[in-house]
């Protein structure tokens, strides 16, 4: 599920932060994968996530369902699909509908027939997926609507986010799982909710910047040709144009720090 619980004292008192992550604690793929990691001290989060630990170290069943978690071998699945059929609900209704999904891999047969049924339905998606990919895109009639990218450049594509417009809220969750077989049926995968509307703008900035690839980015489509994509615009490598965002984002905010510090 690749999360952590830290345990702090402070003043006297245990503190507990969570850290949930799309990817391992492992010294040599931290350099050459790219992952999304956030450390929080939300308590709503926490207790949910230590609720996933107790759940390991006892094996006693969960009783008490995950209201903001999705959680492998217990509500994962089911929620995934509630969030796509909201957006195919919408699409029918003639509202907009959309989703933007990153993920190592698809191979689940049941979420790739719900997908089918989005794209038919008038639901917008657009896919980034570096690996394996049982989904064909842009057949008439049938997956007109479902636009699919991999990008393969020097770190590894490893992060899982999912981007649901659900009637305007937009509702981003993080994962470490795939939508495959044995991430959403066998294992206890973790997928976390961005709430911190910062947070989120982050979030959609990068799939943008990844979306806009136009150098390492591949298109896969019917013909599995696995063709560069190439536009008339400025070149755009994403893993270089995202460095240099977050980079941009440091700097901002070691600026305000000063700033805070004169004033």
């Known amino acids: 599920a690749k999360m952590a619980i ?12 969570a850290y949930m992550s799309t990817g391992n604690f492992h010294e040599d793929t931290a350099r050459i994968y790219t992952d999304f990691g956030f450390f929080t001290a939300d308590k709503k989060l926490i207790e949910e996530v230590i609720r996933i630990f107790t759940y390991l170290e006892t094996k006693i069943p969960i009783e ?5 978690l999705g959680v492998g071998q217990h509500n994962l699945k089911p929620l995934l699909i509630t969030l ?6 919408n699409a029918k209704k003639g509202k907009p509908a959309r989703m933007i999904l990153k993920m190592n891999s698809l191979q689940d047969k049941e979420m790739v027939q719900l997908l089918y049924d989005a794209s038919k339905a008038g639901v917008q998606i657009d896919m980034i997926i570096r690996g394996i990919c049982c989904i064909v895109p842009n057949i008439k009639g049938i997956s007109d609507n ?4 991999s ?3 020097r770190f ?3 992060s899982r986010v999912f981007y649901f417009l659900h009637s305007g809220e937009e509702v981003i969750y993080i994962s470490s799982a795939d939508w495959m077989v044995r991430n959403l049926h066998y294992r206890i995968e973790s997928m976390f909710p961005v709430y911190n509307p910062n947070f989120k703008e982050m979030v959609k900035t ?5 979306m806009n690839d136009n150098t390492k980015a591949r298109i896969i489509d019917h013909k599995s040709s696995n063709a560069y994509k190439r536009n008339d615009g400025l070149p755009a490598r994403s893993q270089v144009d995202t460095y240099y965002y977050i980079k941009r984002l440091g700097e901002k905010l070691e600026e305000n720090k000063a700033e805070t510090v004169m004033e």
């Open 6 to 17: 830290i345990r702090r004292m402070e003043d006297g008192e245990a503190s507990h932060y």
């Open 64 to 68: 008490k369902k995950f209201e903001h």
């Open 84 to 89: 796509v059929q909201h957006e195919i609900d």
């Open 146 to 149: 479902i636009n699919i990218i």
């Open 151 to 153: 990008i393969v450049d």
């Open 156 to 158: 590894l594509e490893h």
């Open 206 to 210: 990068i799939l943008k910047i990844q």
